[in-house]
């Protein structure tokens, strides 16, 4: 920071220990001035001395509504943490956020969304990445200071001095526990020191394994984790909230070891860490480190984001957590979490009734348009959503809000995903947003090996409980056993018609053209209702060989005629190809199998080229000109799209800005 560049003015959101020794981090810094506090009870005695010079606002509101405010940090339990930064980020507010940055990775990624939106900074608040020592350390392990490094070892574990339900750090509803409180810690210098050891600025753990014990409230209250990374290295790792540790970090070399005594403090307290690293090497030889700071502990970061938000930076620089590191370290810990078993109360559906941003859900969306479909009286949005690859609801909810509030309303589910998890998530989803009767909901059932007549209505009985309704929009067998007379088939999807429990069409997810005719013929025959739907493969880039066993493509000539003669709906799996239209692909690029056995033909990469000819032109991206295609059939064409995080989500929305004509459809295809 120049003597030009005026100071960053700080306000902090929550008043507790933590937020103090940030107070006295920035009256020691060199960019930052504190301006005001926001809290729920300005009244409380004693905020003026322990925080000088601040404006006592009476909410948090009130603090991201402040013009004298440049950048928040936000300093109140686990729990609160995502909300406030994204709303804060929406204010225009810069944010420095107390780890975790968010309870799971999944609401990380949501923030930092929304920070990405405004164009402010967010960082995740680990102090002691900021404080020389880091870096130095780092650099010893670098230079080979102990050989190569095999092993590191590390806990932060301290003992309450009982079980105090009352204490955040035991309340469940506040997500307390070790893991969330210090684990992370551990976790980022084991990361942190296996990518300066592989020449990374942190590296990521191949495997993950932990243990905890869970006590009287349900969080853990020690706990321990082992980390493998590519390449060899292991950590242990430890953290406690009812059992005193070391807190020793140790880095175990080929030559030799490095011990750091309490590395988040820097060998020293709240208030001055002065740095210190003992180094043993080979031989025995002991020789300790000396950093000798003498300024405020949390000074660093405090400058740190001062000067990213100076220089227009939205993220810390190394060896501060960047957004991926801060998402890294989150998924070591969400599966630390998962593997014993921590969820907590308020991660679950009955305690999670607002969206990410602690709002109620909003309706009325327009940026996804609507659609009439055949056989369907409701109107349904363009692309549908798939989201098999969630297994709580507070991840899953994340992205099903987000797509929900830009105007989509066709949800994609099956009786096999996620072992019916995908079924469970949104029934809970639309119970507990209250929005079955604005949703379409597609079902699928029967696949293979059990697929037979009889099996249509038991599992769509099964769907129907973990979906909490008594009917589906949309059904499709999931796959067809052509040894079974087709008009079995037809006969057990028209009874769950007349049952009520299919309200919309139906029909077949990887049947052939002739399977289909077939069944219409019969259903006219009989006067049983026809299929009027299909959910096949359609891309832009033809499907040359199965991505899975009985897996059927729409793509060719044939089918398109076929589809286009018949105005048949096709519900588009796989429609973006897959990555063939990525930069994971081209033509010297071989090392994926799947792209290179489905996708790879020069028919195929003549069809990638021109897309990307056309998104040139437009400012889009090839994968939006291929989702495009899809929706610019001149039959009922309904992508099914997968994105995972909000920033897919909004990416795969770009598609809609692009129309294109039959002629563009056309030359896109054949050139």
């Not at 007549?453 to 056993?481: A, C, E, W």
Request: one cysteine or more; hydrophobic letters at 40%; proline letters at 5%.
């Amino acid at each position: 920071m120049t003597s030009s560049q005026r100071k960053i003015r700080w306000g902090i959101l929550g008043p507790g220990g933590i937020a103090r020794a940030f107070a006295g981090g920035v009256a020691g810094s060199r960019t930052g001035e504190l301006v005001a506090l926001g809290t729920r009870n300005p009244a409380k005695p004693g905020l003026a001395e322990a925080f000088p010079g601040a404006r006592i606002l009476e909410s948090y509101d009130a603090l991201l509504k402040d013009p004298g405010v440049d950048a928040i940090y936000i300093a109140i339990p686990h729990p609160g943490h995502a909300e406030w930064a994204i709303k804060a980020a929406e204010a225009g507010k810069h944010v420095l956020c107390e780890k975790p940055m968010g309870l799971t990775a999944f609401e990380a990624d949501a923030m930092i969304h929304a920070a990405k939106k405004a164009g402010t900074f967010l960082g995740e608040a680990f102090m002691y990445r900021l404080h020389p020592q880091t870096a130095q350390l780092a650099e010893l392990v670098k230079s080979g200071a102990i050989g190569e490094v095999r092993m590191v070892k590390s806990s932060f574990g301290f003992a309450m001095p009982g079980f105090m339900p009352e204490h955040r750090l035991y309340a469940n509803d506040l997500a307390g526990g070790g893991i969330l409180d210090v684990g992370g810690y551990p976790v980022s210098m084991a990361r942190l020191i296996a990518g300066a050891a592989t020449g990374k600025p942190f590296a990521e753990p191949d495997k993950v394994a932990g243990v905890a014990h869970l006590g009287q409230s349900g969080v853990d209250e020690w706990a321990s984790a082992v980390l493998h990374f590519p390449g060899g290295i292991v950590a242990e790792v430890s953290c406690s909230i009812s059992l005193d540790q070391d807190n020793v970090l140790r880095i175990f070399g080929t030559k030799g070891r490095i011990e750091v005594p309490d590395f988040w403090f820097a060998a020293g307290n709240r208030d001055v860490g002065p740095g210190r690293i003992d180094l043993f090497r080979a031989d025995g030889r002991p020789e300790t480190i000396s950093l000798n700071e003498t300024r405020h502990l949390y000074s660093f970061e405090v400058d740190g984001a001062g000067e990213a938000i100076s220089a227009g930076r939205q993220e810390f620089a190394w060896p501060g957590m960047g957004w991926a590191d801060s998402l890294g370290n989150l998924r070591v810990l969400d599966k630390w979490r998962a593997a014993v078993g921590l969820e907590y109360e308020i991660e679950k559906a009955s305690k999670r009734v607002n969206t990410i941003s602690g709002r109620k859900l909003g309706s009325g969306g327009s940026i996804i348009p609507k659609r009439q479909i055949p056989g369907l009286a409701q109107p349904a949005s363009r692309l549908a959503l798939g989201f098999e690859d969630f297994r709580t609801f507070s991840s899953g909810s994340i992205l099903l809000d987000a797509y929900f509030e830009a105007g989509g309303n066709l949800f994609d589910t099956a009786y096999v995903y996620g072992a019916g998890y995908t079924e469970k998530l949104l029934g809970e989803w639309l119970s507990n947003r209250g929005v079955r009767g604005e949703a379409v909901v597609i079902g699928k059932g029967a696949h293979s090996p059990l697929c037979y007549p009889d099996v249509i209505g038991k599992q769509l009985t099964q769907s129907l409980d973990r979906l909490k309704t008594d009917y589906v929009d949309v059904y499709f067998m999931h796959r067809d056993n052509p040894d079974v007379p087709v008009g079995e088939f037809v006969d057990a999807m028209d009874a769950e018609i007349k049952a009520g429990r299919i309200r919309g069409p139906f029909g077949g997810s990887n049947w052939t053209r002739e399977r289909m005719d077939e069944a219409i013929a019969y259903a006219e025959r009989t006067g049983k209702q026809k299929p009027g739907a299909l959910s096949n493969n359609f891309s832009l880039a033809e499907m040359l060989e199965p991505i899975w066993p009985g897996c059927i493509t729409s793509s060719t000539d044939d089918w398109k005629g076929w589809l286009t003669a018949r105005q048949m709906p096709n519900f588009a799996w796989s429609s973006q190809g897959r990555g063939f239209f990525t930069d994971r692909a081209g033509r010297d690029k071989r090392d994926n199998e799947e792209l290179v056995r489905v996708w790879y033909s020069e028919k195929n990469f003549g069809r990638r080229d021109r897309a990307v000819e056309l998104a040139a032109r437009l400012g889009k991206s090839p994968i939006h000109i291929a989702l495009a295609y899809v929706l610019a059939q001149p039959f009922p064409s309904i992508p099914l799209i997968g994105p995972r995080t909000l920033d897919e989500l909004d990416d795969s929305l770009k598609a809609l800005d692009i129309s294109l004509s039959r002629e563009d459809v056309e030359w896109l295809d054949r050139g």
